[in-house]
C-alpha cells in the first residue's frame, strides 16, 4: 500500500469526468466582495436532491489564489469550539471529494442542531487549478500533499524547493494556523481505506463503523499533510480515501456512501443518530 502511494505521482492513470467549477464566475464576484473578505454564493450548490427546507446559501470566504490566480474559498459552519476541519481537492484529478464536501456544507447548513457546540471548517477545492486540468499536482508541477513543513520533509522538484512554496498548501497551512481544529478529515481517491496520523486510531474506527472503508495504517509520507498535521502538530488527521469509480457517481450516492462518515468525524466521539 505504502509503495503505491509513493508510486502513485508517476502514473497517469485515466481520467473521469471533470469538475464542474466556475472559477471565471468566481473571480468576478471576488473582485467585487474581496475587501469584505467574505464572498457568498448567489446559489446552493447543485447536490442531486432538493433541500428539505428552504434556507440561504452557505456563506463562503475567500482564503487566497492558486498559482493561476483562481479564488480558493472556504466555509465556516457553526461557533462552537469543537473544531473540525474538512479538505477536498488536493489533488486536482481526485474529483469527487469537492462534490463530497459541498454537499457537506449544505447539509450542516440544513441541519444546525448538528453544530450545537461544533465548528466545522470545510475547504472543498483545494488544488482549483490541478481541478481545472484533472493533474495531480499544481501547475507548478508539485504535489500539494508532500509541500508541508514536517519533520520528515523532503525538497524536491515533486515536493517543492521548500516547504509552503505552493500557495495552495500556505492556504491550508494558514487556516489550520486560524482555526486551531481538533481533527482534520482530508477526503482523496482511490485507495479505498481510512488512513490516519497522529492520535486519530479510535476516530478512524468511528467513521470506518458508517462506511465500508476500512482503517489501513499506511504510515506518515514525507511532506504529507498527514505527517505535518498528525505528527508534527499531534493533531488528529484521517486521509479518507474512497473508491477510484466514485468519481462516475452522483453526489447523492456519494453522500449515501459515505456521508455518516464524515458525519461521524464532526459529532465525534459521539455517535450519529
Known amino acids: 500500500m505504502l509503495g503505491m502511494l509513493i508510486m502513485f505521482k508517476h502514473i ?20 467585487v466582495f474581496s475587501i469584505s473578505g467574505c464572498y457568498q454564493s448567489p446559489q446552493a450548490p447543485k447536490l442531486g436532491i432538493a ?22 474559498m472556504y466555509s465556516v459552519l457553526g461557533y462552537g469550539d ?6 477536498a481537492g488536493i489533488h486536482g484529478d481526485e474529483p469527487a471529494g469537492p462534490y463530497l464536501a459541498n454537499y457537506l456544507a449544505d447539509y450542516l447548513n440544513r441541519n444546525p442542531d448538528l453544530l450545537i457546540g461544533r465548528k466545522v471548517v470545510i475547504l472543498p477545492a483545494a488544488n482549483p ?7 495531480r499536482f499544481n501547475v507548478n508541477k508539485v504535489d500539494i500533499n508532500r509541500n508541508f513543513p514536517s519533520d520528515n520533509r523532503i525538497d524536491s522538484n515533486d515536493f517543492g524547493k521548500s516547504a509552503l512554496s505552493e ?7 494558514t487556516l489550520i494556523q486560524q482555526y486551531k481544529p481538533d481533527r482534520i478529515v482530508s477526503i482523496h481517491q482511490p485507495y479505498a481505506c481510512i488512513d490516519y496520523d497522529g492520535p486519530a486510531e479510535a476516530l478512524a474506527n468511528q ?6 472503508l476500512p ?15 498528525g505528527v508534527t502538530l499531534g493533531i488528529p488527521i484521517i486521509t479518507f480515501e474512497m473508491r477510484e ?8 450516492l456519494l453522500w449515501q456512501k459515505y456521508g455518516k462518515s464524515l458525519l461521524a468525524a464532526i459529532l465525534y466521539p459521539n455517535p450519529v443518530q
Not at 497517469?12 to 473582485?31: L, T
Not at 446559501?57 to 492558486?66: C, D, E, K, N, T
Not at 469543537?82 to 479538505?87: L, P, Y
Not at 487549478?129 to 493533474?135: A, P, R, S, T, V
Request: aromatic fraction near 10%; include cysteine.
Open 12 to 31: 497517469n492513470r485515466q481520467k473521469y469526468h471533470r469538475v464542474n467549477n466556475k472559477y471565471a464566475v468566481i473571480i468576478g464576484i471576488w473582485a
Open 215 to 229: 482503517v489501513e495504517k499506511v504510515g506518515a509520507l514525507p511532506g504529507s499533510l498527514g505527517s505535518y498535521a
Open 82 to 87: 469543537d473544531i473540525t476541519f474538512i479538505i
Open 245 to 252: 469509480n466514485d468519481s462516475n457517481i452522483t453526489t447523492q
Open 167 to 173: 500557495p495552495e498548501a500556505h492556504i491550508i497551512y
Open 129 to 135: 487549478d490541478g481541478l481545472e486540468y484533472e493533474k
Open 207 to 212: 467513521m470506518a463503523s458508517y462506511c465500508d
Open 51 to 72: 433541500p428539505k427546507k428552504a434556507v440561504a446559501p452557505v456563506p463562503q470566504h475567500f482564503a487566497g489564489i492558486s498559482v493561476e490566480n483562481r479564488p480558493v
